[in-house]
């Protein structure tokens, strides 16, 4: 393929560009602090390749200074045991601040991960409404009463911040995650330790700034800026937690539940998936070859939702695919700052070399490339970028319909009847999303309640709202994020039972 078939953005305006790096430092009971030992790791942006930022690299002291801090601030009460109302006042404010700041986060955010300026935007902005969400749910949090258990009895459950929650979040949706799990956490009256990516710390550091502007108390959000080891480690083991709350891939999600049950802290896990979207002869088939282009391209395909494996019905397949070919061809691929861009760059190179692996494999294992299946070059930019990738004749046993690849890189496989797309649809360790193509609601419903993943989509693909809960079964993760569920994980439930007046016969009797 020449990169005249493809829609290429190339290099736009490098004023864009800030002269220095930013900086990012721990943020610890109310404090910015550089490491002890002044180390620091900096981020080359995948698109530009130039430094754009330098974060200070913790180790264990500043990791347990962290935990420290945000254990007394949970101890204290300054946030655990104010009313629901002052929380929801601080969390408004929060989600303000986010809408005013949403270019100066949305630029380090593109510049740190290489997703296109307009998408960081939307990412940004969109965060601000799960804030707003998570305040109301401050204010409307309650327990249960039971008033049926005899007329010397009332029964109250209460509800109660689960307690120190360690929050640890990837680089694919750094803002966007970090605002899925930390409001919904100080919503229930927890404190945290946040620790981001250490590729793109940037906008979490933000986020601790427009924190404190809004007057959350010192302590009650703690930044932690380094690698899973040993900072990442040491927040899922550390006695003074209570909960960890993890977003990433399956192998540090299983690694994690392990290290925490040492001390036997809930973990809530948002791991990886292999999203299906199935697609029948019936269903309005321009929309879902677009849905399906979207599935695939969004964030590159660096997305847990990504729908990388699609289900085609064979008497349409060779057209559906020939579709998505055409359309994938007109999807903006380049620079990240240009706001025309639709896909910017992979992550690293080190990530780029792993989809490339897949699709290789594929290739021997003989699967047929329709489209892409290499590197792409951008006209005046030093970073890595990958074509967009169509590979049909996948048989479901190849890694490639298995394992998440998490780039740009869509199989086809394709069905005879109802029963082998759902059973295909399920032929998976993961169950986090799936999607259904079809004019028949029978046909739709029924792939809905027969499909284990957390999310059916019917007729659509990615719409999510924060009231709507999100999570996945089977190796895709547990516990549920945003929607009242996600409150729920935050907390834990006390039962008081109380006796109206002294009724209760003596247990031990005269003698
Ligand atoms: P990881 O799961 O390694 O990283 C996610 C977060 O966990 C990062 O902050 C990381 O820190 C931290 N971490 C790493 N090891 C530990 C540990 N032992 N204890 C606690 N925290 C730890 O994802 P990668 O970035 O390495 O990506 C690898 C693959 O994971 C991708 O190719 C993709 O398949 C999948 N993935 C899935 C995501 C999703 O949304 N479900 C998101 C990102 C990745 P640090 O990296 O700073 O060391």
């Not at 409001?183 to 945290?192: E, K, M, N, S, V």
């Not at 199935?278 to 997305?303: H, K, M, R």
């Not at 993760?477 to 002294?502: C, D, H, N, S």
Request: glycine residues 10%.
């Amino acid at each position: 393929m020449t990169t005249h078939d493809l829609n290429l953005i190339s290099a736009f305006d490098p004023s864009g560009i800030p002269a220095d790096p930013f900086v990012a430092r721990h943020l610890i009971a109310g404090e910015w602090r550089d490491s002890a030992g002044g180390e620091t790791v900096e981020r080359v942006s995948p698109a530009h390749g130039v430094v754009v930022s330098r974060a200070a690299k913790g180790g264990e002291d500043e990791t347990n200074a962290a935990i420290a801090a945000a254990r007394a601030a949970f101890e204290s009460g300054v946030w655990s045991r104010i009313s629901g109302k002052e929380r929801a006042a601080v969390m408004l404010k929060v989600a303000d601040l986010i809408e005013a700041n949403v270019e100066r986060m949305a630029l380090i955010e593109t510049l740190e991960s290489g997703k296109p300026i307009t998408q960081s935007r939307g990412e940004v902005s969109g965060a601000a409404d799960l804030w707003r969400y998570a305040a109301s749910l401050a204010r409307t949090l309650h327990g249960d009463s039971h008033n049926t258990l005899g007329e010397d009895m009332l029964g109250v459950v209460l509800k109660e911040p689960i307690g120190v929650v360690s929050i640890i979040t990837p680089w694919n949706f750094p803002f966007w995650i970090l605002s899925q799990k930390l409001p919904f956490a100080l919503a229930a009256g927890c404190t945290c330790v946040v620790k981001p990516s250490e590729m793109t710390p940037s906008t979490t550091v933000m986020m601790g700034e427009l924190l404190i502007e809004a007057g959350l108390p010192a302590g009650v959000v703690n930044i932690v800026l380094g690698y899973g080891q040993p900072v990442g480690s040491l927040m899922t083991t550390h006695a003074d937690v209570d909960m960890v709350t993890f977003t990433g891939s399956t192998a540090v999600g299983k690694s994690i539940t392990a290290s925490a049950a040492a001390t036997l802290k809930k973990v809530a896990l948002e791991l990886g998936g292999k999203n299906p979207q199935v697609i029948f002869p019936d269903a309005d088939l321009e929309s879902a070859a677009d849905a399906v282009t979207f599935g695939i391209y969004f964030n590159v395909g660096q997305c847990c939702n990504s729908s990388s494996r699609i289900i085609v019905h064979e008497d349409i397949a060779d057209a559906f695919i020939a579709r998505v070919v055409e359309l994938s061809r007109d999807v903006a691929f380049g620079d990240p700052l240009d706001p025309a861009t639709q896909v910017g760059a992979i992550v690293t190179p080190e990530h780029q070399a792993k989809i490339d692996t897949y699709v290789r494999q594929a290739v021997a294992e003989g699967a047929n490339v329709c489209l892409g299946g290499g590197v792409l070059s951008v006209p005046g930019l030093d970073g890595q970028f990958y074509q967009p990738t169509v590979i049909a004749g996948v048989r479901p046993e190849m890694a490639i319909a298995r394992e998440e690849v998490f780039g740009p890189v869509l199989s086809v496989l394709t069905f005879k009847n109802a029963d082998d797309a759902i059973a295909l649809a399920n032929d998976a360790s993961y169950g986090l999303s799936a999607g259904i193509w079809s004019d028949n609601v029978h046909t739709c419903l029924d792939f809905a309640r027969r499909t284990r993943a957390g999310t059916i989509w019917t007729n659509t693909w990615m719409d999510g709202f924060p009231e709507m809960t999100f999570g996945g079964m089977k190796q895709s993760g547990q516990g549920r994020e945003i929607g009242p569920y996600g409150l729920e994980e935050f907390l834990e439930v006390k039962t008081v039972a109380m006796r109206i007046g002294r009724t209760r016969a003596p247990w031990v009797r005269k003698r």
